[in-house]
């Protein structure tokens, strides 16, 4: 294992620790968990997941250096085409799809996890465990079993991103008692949209280039939201 790749990765994560449970203190009551246990689960998964990928990335061959080019060529420019997919898939298929009344439970969902969790635990604990850990996991067991590099790092990336979307189902329940199957597509495919992109961005451009694709979602569509809801009566 390398230890100082995984310091490192869980250093970085300690700041969407920090702002999830603090948003999680705001919005989330359950009594089954207290504030502390939660702040120890995501303590924990930090823990293991930069672990986990410390031990797997190096065995595998994906950019694990930090290179300008490359960060600007698959952390933004990948970033920004992500970002405006999402944005016409949202504003075009999912919204027109929906309430009034839903719609708004949603933006509420979207206002009280807050900006800065969605852009440091979204953005970086999540990359620590779809793309530092399992995608590599992933492209280390298809290795593994004498598959080349191409379909290897590509059926990790798939998988991965599928896996990504189905963590997502549970918060539908969240804002939605009775959710309509257009709410199930669109964090399917919205999901594993995402989830394509930062993969790519994680196998040729390093985690950076991923964790700036994941936060370029979240940063440009966090102010179109405010307007659009500024613009509700």
Known sequence: MN?????????ICIPGIYFMYQSEKIYLKEDDITDRQRLIIHVLTAIIFS??????????????????????KYGFGLGIICSIGHLLFYYMYFVP?????????????????????????GGIIEEVIFRWSLLSLFFWLCQLMNLNNVTSEWLAIAISSILF????LP?????????????????????IWVGIFAGVAFVYGSLLAAII??????????????RENAKLP
């Not at 230890?3 to 250093?11: A, D, K, L, P, Q």
């Not at 929906?98 to 440091?120: C, H, V």
């Not at 979307?165 to 997502?168: E, Q, R, S, T, V």
């Not at 694709?213 to 405010?226: A, G």
């Open 165 to 168: 979307a189905l963590i997502h």
């Open 171 to 191: 918060s539908i329940k969240l804002v939605a008692s009775k959710p309509k199957k257009s709410m199930y597509v669109y964090a399917i495919i919205g999901n």
């Open 3 to 11: 230890w100082v790749y995984m310091i490192i990765v869980f250093i």
């Open 51 to 72: 672990m986990m990928g410390a031990f797997i990335v190096p065995k595998i061959e994906v950019v694990q250096q930090i290179e300008a080019m490359k960060i600007i």
């Open 97 to 121: 799809n929906l309430t009034r009344e839903e719609y708004d439970k949603i933006e509420t969902y979207y206002a009280n996890a807050g900006i800065l969790s969605r852009l440091f635990y």
């Open 213 to 226: 694709v994941h936060m370029l979602f979240h940063l440009l569509w966090w102010p179109i939201q405010t």
